[in-house]
C-alpha cells in the first residue's frame, strides 16, 4: 500500500475513534439523558416484575408471540441480566479474571496509555501503530484459547437465555398504561434529542 493512502486511513480510524469516544463523554457528562434512561428502565421494570401480569400460554403461537414481544420489549433489562451474569462469570474463574486483565492491560498499554502514533521498543524492535496490532492480534488469540474465554461467552449467553425464557414465556404481553404513558412524557419533556 502507498504510504500516503496507510497514513489516511490511520488517520481516519484514529478520527472515528476519538469521535466515539467523545460522544461518549459527551453522553456520560450529562445527567439529564442519563436520568431519562435511569427512568425509563424504572418504568419497565415495574411491568416487569408485576406478579399479576404473569399465565400459562393457552398455545405455541402464543408463546411464541410472548416470547419475541418480550425480548423486545424488555431487551435492556434482559440485558442488564446479560452483564450481571458475565460479571459473575469472570469473577468466579481466576483464570478468565487474569487473562481479562492481561488483555485489558496490553490493549490499553498499546493504545490508551501511550500514543497510537507512538512507537513501542520490545526485544529490540520498534513496533509501530500496525505492527502493534499484527503483534496484539495473535497475542489476544493466545489468551482467549488458553484461559477459556470463548467457552465462557458460550456459558454467559446460554445461562442468560435459560434464566430470561421463563420470565419471557409466562409474561403477558402488556401496553404501558395511562400512568406509565404519562411518566414517560414528563421524564422526556425538556430533554433535547441527542
Known amino acids: 500500500m502507498h504510504p500516503g493512502l496507510a497514513a489516511l486511513a490511520e488517520e481516519q480510524a484514529s478520527s472515528r475513534f476519538?469521535?466515539?469516544?467523545?460522544?461518549?463523554k459527551s453522553l456520560?457528562?450529562?445527567?439529564?439523558?442519563?436520568?431519562v434512561a435511569a427512568g425509563k428502565q424504572l418504568i419497565l421494570a415495574r411491568s416487569f416484575f408485576s406478579p399479576t401480569a404473569f399465565s400459562k400460554p393457552e398455545t405455541r403461537d402464543v408463546w411464541l408471540q410472548r416470547v419475541r414481544f418480550n425480548f423486545g420489549h424488555y431487551r435492556s433489562l434482559y440485558?442488564?441480566?446479560?452483564?450481571?451474569?458475565?460479571?459473575?462469570?469472570v469473577l468466579?474463574?481466576?483464570?478468565?479474571l487474569m487473562g481479562l486483565t492481561?488483555?485489558?492491560?496490553a490493549w490499553a498499554y498499546a493504545f490508551v496509555l501511550t500514543s497510537p502514533?507512538?512507537?513501542i521498543t520490545i526485544a529490540g524492535f520498534e513496533l509501530r501503530r500496525r505492527e502493534k496490532l499484527f503483534a496484539l492480534?495473535?497475542?489476544s488469540i493466545l489468551v482467549?484459547?488458553?484461559c477459556g474465554l470463548i467457552n465462557s461467552l458460550v456459558y454467559v449467553l446460554f445461562l442468560t437465555v435459560l434464566l430470561s425464557l421463563p420470565h419471557a414465556s409466562f409474561h403477558e404481553v402488556v401496553e404501558l398504561d395511562a400512568l406509565d404513558t404519562l411518566e414517560l412524557e414528563g421524564l422526556t419533556a425538556g430533554v433535547p434529542n441527542v
Request: aromatic share 6%.
Open 18 to 24: 476519538g469521535a466515539f469516544i467523545a460522544k461518549i
Open 28 to 35: 456520560a457528562s450529562n445527567r439529564e439523558v442519563i436520568r
Open 79 to 89: 440485558g442488564i441480566l446479560l452483564v450481571a451474569v458475565a460479571i459473575y462469570t
Open 92 to 96: 468466579s474463574s481466576p483464570l478468565l
Open 102 to 105: 492481561l488483555l485489558a492491560g
Open 117 to 119: 502514533e507512538t512507537p
Open 137 to 139: 492480534a495473535p497475542f
Open 144 to 146: 482467549v484459547t488458553l
